[in-house]
C-alpha cells in the first residue's frame, strides 16, 4: 500500500545544476500537485494537474516544469537551481479536487541549493 | 488574496490537558477547511474537512469547528497523549482558475510532554 512515493528523499545542488524530483501514486487519482514548504510559511502550490496530458501553474511556478503523461506519474523539474530554490517540496493526490477529497501526501524531498 | 493565521505558532502541554488549536482567514468564500497533521520529517496527513455548509466535523478524540461569518475554525484535542505530538496546519479551499486550491497556514507546533 505505497500511496504517493517521492524520490529522491535528500538532494543538494550546484546553482544553476537541473535535476527531477519524481513522484508516484497507486491509487489512481486524477489530481496531482507541487507543494514547497518553507520554514515558517505554509505550503505553497506550484504546479498542478487534473489528469495525465493536462497541467497548470500554481501559486509559485516560476523556475519549474511540470508534464503528465500518465496517471500514476508526475515529475517536477527545476530548469536551473537557483538557492530561493531550497525548501521541502511535496507531492500530493487526490481521487476529486483539491478540496473535494482529502489530499494524500508524499513524505516529502528536501533539496538544498548551494 | 486569501490569507491563513494559526495562533499560538507553538504549544506545549502536559499530558491529559485539553486543548484548542486556532485558524483565522481573511475570505469567508471558502468551499470548505481541512485541517492536517505533519510528522517530523513526513507528509501532511488529512485529519478532518469541514464543508462550508458544516459547522463541524468530529474523529476520535478530535473535533473542529468551522464559522464562516467570523472567518475562524478551531481544532480541538482532548485528553492530550505524547503521540499527538506534531504540527498541525489548517488549509481553506477556494475555487480559482478552474481548480479548488488550498492556501495553508504555518501551522501550529505542538509538543504533549508526560
Known amino acids: 500500500n505505497a500511496g504517493v512515493t517521492q524520490t529522491p528523499k535528500f538532494q543538494v545542488l550546484k546553482t544553476g545544476q537541473s535535476m527531477t524530483l519524481q513522484c508516484a501514486q497507486d491509487m489512481n487519482h486524477e489530481y496531482m500537485s507541487w507543494y514547497r514548504q518553507d520554514p515558517g510559511m505554509g505550503l505553497r502550490l506550484i504546479h498542478y494537474s487534473v489528469g495525465a496530458g493536462i497541467t497548470d501553474q500554481g501559486e509559485v511556478p516560476n523556475g519549474y516544469n511540470v508534464s503528465r503523461s500518465t496517471t500514476e506519474d508526475f515529475p517536477l523539474r527545476l530548469l536551473s537551481a537557483a538557492p530561493s530554490q531550497t525548501s521541502v517540496y511535496f507531492c500530493a493526490s487526490s481521487l476529486g479536487g483539491a478540496g473535494n477529497q482529502p489530499q494524500h501526501f508524499g513524505d516529502g524531498t528536501r533539496l538544498s541549493i548551494l | 488574496k486569501q490569507e491563513v493565521t494559526q495562533i499560538p505558532a507553538a504549544l506545549s502541554v502536559p499530558e491529559g490537558e485539553n486543548l484548542v488549536l486556532n485558524c483565522s482567514f481573511t475570505?469567508?468564500?471558502?468551499?470548505?477547511l481541512q485541517w492536517f497533521r505533519q510528522d517530523p520529517g513526513k507528509g501532511l496527513t488529512s485529519l478532518l474537512l469541514i464543508q462550508s455548509s458544516q459547522r463541524e466535523q468530529t474523529s476520535g478524540r478530535l473535533n473542529a469547528s468551522l464559522d464562516k461569518s467570523s472567518g475562524r475554525s478551531t481544532l480541538y484535542i482532548a485528553a492530550s497523549q505524547p503521540g499527538d505530538s506534531a504540527t498541525y496546519l489548517c488549509a481553506v479551499t477556494l475555487f480559482s482558475g478552474g481548480y479548488n486550491k488550498l492556501i495553508f497556514g504555518a501551522g501550529t507546533r505542538l509538543a504533549v510532554h508526560p
Open positions: 475570505d469567508s468564500a471558502i468551499y470548505n
